[in-house]
């Protein structure tokens, strides 16, 4: 098994870019997550989904969409890039909620010019 | 807001010695989980305490859990050079979302 894989390893873009995180896992996990973490600030939680065709926000949504339309698949989407997205990006998958044990991808790191 | 705040942030000892890490909180979580993150790489889950004063031991790390479940303590005996990595707490505030602490940053020098 690969566990979960994210895409791309680094990104760099320009203020008002858009561009889509991958990630994709293949442990039939039900709960997937992404988190993005600053220095001193520890992951901070942007949407995760129970399942197929299920999402929510979560504490720092703005700025990001996502969708869910498979078990295995949960693209993150940064629609307008800023300065303030400047971060490494984290997906995460579980067995069925936030209280299990979280299996995370290597990480994204992404700068906004 | 930060509700679970850990300490030190840095720590930096040599090896052999004894060290302690704290995960506090003003919240009572249902579970409380410790992750350890090495540079370049995603966390991963050391251990997860639920009962109020649990205490469990991975190895030379002993993990415990307040009796309120606020707080939580990571104790490590005789540290060695692979101990060295960003150590991360992370409550369950509900069953889908996990507060994280912003880390401790653990250097054992040989």
């Known amino acids: 098994n690969a566990g979960v894989t994210q895409t791309p390893k680094f990104q760099v873009l320009k203020t008002g870019q858009s561009m889509t995180l991958q990630c994709a896992q293949d442990?039939?996990?039900?709960?997937m997550s992404w988190y993005r973490q600053d220095p001193g600030m520890g992951l901070r939680l942007i949407h995760y989904?129970?399942?197929?065709?299920?999402?929510d926000q979560g504490e720092v949504p703005n700025g990001y969409n996502v969708s869910r339309s498979t078990t295995e698949d949960f693209p993150l989407r940064l629609l307008s890039a800023a300065p303030s997205q400047t971060s490494v990006y984290f997906c995460a998958s579980s067995w069925t909620s936030g209280k299990d044990t979280q299996y995370f991808g290597p990480g994204t790191r992404l700068t906004v010019l | 807001t930060q509700l679970l705040e850990q300490s030190p942030q840095f720590l930096s000892i040599q090896e052999g010695e004894n060290l302690t890490v704290y995960c506090n909180s003003s919240?009572?979580?249902?579970?409380l989980q410790w992750y350890r993150q090495e540079p370049g790489e995603g966390p991963v889950l050391l251990v997860t305490?639920?009962?109020g004063g649990e205490v469990k031991k991975l190895k030379r790390l002993t993990f415990q859990f307040g009796d309120a479940r606020k707080d939580s303590s990571l104790h490590i005996t005789a540290a060695q050079p692979g101990d060295t990595g960003l150590y991360l707490c992370?409550?369950?505030?509900?069953?889908?979302?996990?507060?994280w602490g912003a880390g401790t940053k653990l250097i054992i020098k040989p």
């Open positions: 442990m039939n996990h039900e709960y």
């Open positions: 989904s129970v399942g197929a065709g299920i999402t």
């Open positions: 919240s009572v979580f249902s579970s």
């Open positions: 992370a409550g369950a505030k509900s069953n889908y979302q996990l507060i």
């Open positions: 305490v639920v009962t």
